[in-house]
Structure formats: structure tokens, C-alpha cells
């Protein structure tokens, strides 16, 4: 059963980190892009970054550039968001989702949540 | 960057009847990188259609999709109550990465 899982969620303050982890099983996990989406409370999806299958391609949106990279573990399965310099704007509901290559993405976690407030 | 604008905002219908969902696109791009997703309450969003027409795996054919160039339509033939939801469409396929369009919301009276 293809399945997403992300953790690493929780209260920060602004200005802190947080690293989102996202466990994936039952599909090949090198073979396929995978990409962070974000959801603010009662927003819309907005598009976060992704990495390519064997992780020597990464893209950001403008909003994070510079403060949150993406990473890959193959050999674990896992994909990784570090989230540097957090800023009020970035509080939402953080998905993984897989990337069939083209940014359609086909399967998603359920998501974790990131608060960031003083 | 393709700005995605949806219409209408919210859509209230009875089981039964057919929805038409409206995605129109800042600029024209190819109908091969536009998909559908649907996100009940709660739950993280579904793909639905991707290449402007090609249902993903599982979804029911009463879900269709249709356009070109900027603009794209997802209709729902026969709505079915567990069809209440948020609908996105997105755009994929350019640099830096994908954008959504705000979303339709669909309520079933």
C-alpha cells in the first residue's frame, strides 16, 4: 500500500527551526520526485519546494528561498524539509506528496501542522 | 509565473445535478499540465485529473475534464453527496514549481 507519513510538527517561535520528516512505503521511493505543499488554516494549497529522485535537483517558491531545504534519504525512504529563520507566515499544514515528474502529484500524507507564534 | 483564477468561489447544488467548475489560467500553457484535485474537510487534497482530462486511478467517471489553452472546466455529471468539497485546479510543467488556482468550493444541499 503506497503510503505517506509526516511528523516533526509543532509550536515555534518566530525566528526558530523545525525539520519536517515524511516516511514513504510502498512504492520505489528513488524513482519519483517528491514535493512539499503548505496549507494556512482556511487557505488555499500553495506549493512549497521539491527534489528530484536522486536529490541533485531542488526548487523553491520565492516565499521560502534561502530559509527551508528539502532533502532526501533514499536509502530510508524519507524526505526532509528544514525550516530556518520561521516567520509567522509560514503556520500551516505542511503535506509530502509524491511527484509523478511534472508536478502532478498523485499521492499525499495527511499532513503536520506548524505553528508559528511567540 | 501562470496566475490560476477559479469560478465560482462557492457552487451549492442537490444530489443529482451537474457541476461545472471553472479554471482560467493568466496566460495560455499546454492542457498537458493542468490537473484537478479535490480536498474534502479535514483530509488532505486527492488528485483527480491530470492532463486536463485523464481521470486518475479510482476516480469515478462521472468526473470529467476539458479545455485548452487558458481555460479549463472540471465537471461533476451527477453529484453525489460525498462530492461536497474544495476543488483545485493547478498548474505544473514550468520553473520554479506548480501553482494552484484558490479553489471552488462545491456544497450539496
Known amino acids: 500500500q503506497v503510503k505517506l507519513v509526516e511528523s516533526g510538527g509543532g509550536l515555534v517561535r518566530p525566528g526558530g527551526s523545525l525539520r519536517l520528516s515524511c516516511a514513504a512505503s510502498?512504492?520505489?521511493?528513488?524513482?519519483?520526485?517528491m514535493d512539499w505543499i503548505r496549507q494556512a488554516p482556511g487557505k488555499g494549497l500553495e506549493w512549497v519546494s521539491y527534489?528530484?529522485?536522486?536529490?541533485?535537483?531542488?526548487n523553491y517558491a520565492d516565499s521560502v528561498k534561502g530559509r527551508f531545504t528539502i532533502s532526501r534519504d533514499n536509502a530510508n525512504n524519507s524526505l526532509y524539509l528544514q525550516m530556518d529563520s520561521l516567520r509567522g507566515e509560514d503556520t500551516a499544514v505542511y503535506y509530502c506528496?509524491?511527484?509523478?515528474?511534472?508536478?502532478?502529484?498523485?499521492?499525499w500524507g495527511q499532513g503536520t501542522m506548524v505553528t508559528v507564534s511567540s | 509565473e501562470i496566475v490560476l483564477t477559479q469560478s465560482p468561489a462557492t457552487l451549492s447544488l442537490s444530489p443529482g445535478e451537474r457541476a461545472t467548475l471553472s479554471c482560467r489560467a493568466s496566460?495560455?500553457?499546454?492542457?498537458?499540465?493542468l490537473a484537478w484535485y479535490q480536498q474534502k474537510p479535514g483530509q488532505a487534497p486527492r488528485l483527480l485529473i491530470f492532463?486536463?482530462?485523464r481521470r486518475a486511478s479510482g476516480i469515478p467517471d462521472r468526473f470529467s475534464g476539458s479545455g485548452s489553452g487558458a481555460d479549463f472546466t472540471l465537471t461533476i455529471s451527477r453529484l453525489e453527496p460525498e462530492d461536497s468539497a474544495v476543488y483545485y485546479c493547478?498548474?505544473?510543467?514550468?520553473?520554479?514549481?506548480?501553482?494552484f488556482g484558490p479553489g471552488t468550493r462545491v456544497d450539496i444541499k
Open positions: 506528496a509524491r511527484d509523478l515528474g511534472q508536478g502532478q502529484l498523485d499521492i
Open positions: 510502498g512504492f520505489t521511493f528513488s524513482d519519483y520526485y
Open positions: 527534489v528530484t529522485g536522486d536529490g541533485g535537483t531542488r
Open positions: 496566460q495560455a500553457f499546454s492542457s498537458s499540465y
Open positions: 492532463g486536463a482530462s
Open positions: 493547478q498548474q505544473y510543467g514550468s520553473s520554479p514549481g506548480v501553482t
